[in-house]
């Protein structure tokens, strides 16, 4: 069994037994728990720590795990003090501001956030354990903390090495000297939207987006202006409209594979988008998030805008985590000219840099054989995933219109019948047991219509996927009638 999943599975037998303990009770020394369950001491430590996260134990070092005895009538209160004043100063400057910098983690927490246990997972973005390279990532770090220098300070642009291999995919236009390493694709946006705008400014993004984008450009003060797509990506000319209606100077997009519709910018608009930036001295931010995350069937993919980017229009932002783990946050900025020192400057002003470790386990990593491997395995995987899910929507829920099936990215965009309160729908899916991604947050405005994203990535095959079809099937008869 899968590590976490059998720290889940003994929390929730313990959290089950605990009741047999008056408050403060010592519950069974780990040894007995290894023996009863009949797992691994790192599993019981794991459990326990997460029954201590919710309070209903308390561990005690050399004397082993207690039942949590229940605060005090009005303890609680007396702790925590009066915080209501924060209201006050965290909103003061709000009637200055002409963008209030309001944060709104709702539409990343509902991919991050772990569902209850036995709901089926259509709204993750990571790949599931059994499709994540973790006999590879593991073997990485083991030769990366031996490595000479492991553990010193690296160079806050990155080490040279990894920042040549990143150079190397993006389509030989880019050198090393214009790379720095990320914490992660949400990082380096966050990093790149600082540099490119200040707050109260416009900025365009695609719509429909990636929810945590349109949390960025909030949390910075900026407006977001949407810029509709179809299949063949960002429509130029509404894209020229919106910088013209709005004096933006940055477009955020994601010209393969986007998320959520799976789109790929056409081999005719390409040119168009970096034009139309280009005469409006704006900034293209290329998010290449799932350039790894291609299907098996997809064919020669198109190469990033920076191939074709001479003048320093575009900022290239990829990264490894999609590809491998949730965890393994290491990703790649790249830009040309002097827009480069102002992100590098704010880089590590906020982060300092990445740790060295990690960058060493990332080179360690891609430059093993099991990383080729591991591609071409996820490439097949996510391809029967996707097929399986597309044909079972199709089967069991004709109702739901499904007008692009990607060839890269892990989720399929579905349009819902008119009147659909999608909210409702994904209250109902909860009920049956399976969690799906509303399409509300993906909109910067008012949606032209209600919408339901599936991801395929986080589950664990074809029957796990047929019976999440059919929960959802449930669902949609109690909202749809």
Not at 239 to 249: D, H, I, K, P, S
Not at 310 to 327: E, I, M, N, W
Request: proline share 9%; hydrophobic share 45%.
């Amino acid at each position: 069994m899968h590590e976490r999943s059998s720290v889940g599975e003994l929390a929730q037998k313990l959290r089950a037994e605990l009741d047999r303990y008056s408050p403060g009770g010592k519950l069974p020394s780990s040894r007995a728990l290894v023996e009863r369950f009949r797992v691994s001491p790192v599993t019981v430590s794991r459990a326990l720590g997460q029954l201590a996260a919710e309070g209903l134990v308390v561990t005690r070092p050399g004397a082993g795990a207690f039942r949590a005895r229940p605060p005090a009538a009005g303890a609680a209160a007396a702790a925590v003090g009066d915080t209501s004043w924060q209201e006050v100063t965290l909103s003061a400057d709000a009637a200055t501001e002409v963008v209030p910098r309001s944060v709104d983690a709702t539409g990343v927490l509902a991919t991050l956030a772990a569902p209850p246990p036995g709901v089926i997972e259509f709204n993750s973005g990571y790949l599931h354990a059994s499709l994540q390279p973790e006999r590879a990532m593991a073997a990485a770090l083991a030769r990366a903390g031996r490595r000479p220098g492991a553990w010193d300070r690296p160079p806050v642009e990155g080490l040279p090495e990894l920042r040549e291999w990143f150079a190397r995919g993006m389509g030989g236009a880019i050198t090393a000297a214009e790379v720095l390493i990320s914490a992660g694709g949400q990082s380096a946006l966050t990093t790149t939207l600082r540099a490119l705008a200040p707050p109260g400014a416009p900025v365009l993004l695609e719509s429909p987006t990636y929810p945590g984008l349109l949390a960025i450009a909030r949390a910075a003060g900026l407006r977001p202006v949407p810029v509709p797509v179809d299949t063949d990506g960002v429509r130029p000319e509404l894209l020229e409209a919106a910088f013209r209606a709005t004096g933006a100077r940055v477009f955020v997009c994601q010209p393969l594979f986007q998320n959520p519709t799976g789109a790929v910018l056409s081999a005719e608009r390409r040119p168009e988008v970096l034009r139309i930036a280009r005469e409006a001295g704006a900034f293209v931010v290329e998010d290449d998030f799932v350039r790894r995350l291609v299907h098996e069937d997809a064919g020669p993919l198109p190469s990033p805008l920076t191939t074709d980017d001479r003048d320093g229009v575009v900022v290239h932002v990829c990264s490894l985590t999609k590809a491998t783990s949730p965890s393994f946050r290491v990703s790649a900025l790249a830009a040309r000219g002097p827009v480069l020192e102002r992100l590098r400057a704010i880089q590590v002003v906020d982060h300092f840099f990445v740790p060295r470790p990690l960058q060493e386990a990332a080179l360690e990593l891609v430059g093993s054989p099991a990383w080729p491997r591991h591609l071409r395995t996820v490439a097949a995987e996510l391809r029967s995933r996707r097929d399986a899910l597309a044909a079972a929507l199709r089967l069991r829920l004709p109702e739901l219109a499904l007008p692009h099936v990607p060839a890269g990215g892990y989720h399929l965009w579905l349009r819902l019948p008119d009147g659909t309160d999608e909210l409702a729908l994904a209250a109902a899916a909860l009920r049956a047991g399976v969690a799906v991604a509303p399409g509300r947050p993906y909109f910067a405005a008012e949606p032209p219509a209600a919408h339901v994203r599936l991801s395929f990535a986080a589950l664990a095959g074809a029957g796990e996927i047929a019976e999440g079809v059919r929960r959802l099937r449930v669902a949609c008869d109690e909202v749809l009638g």
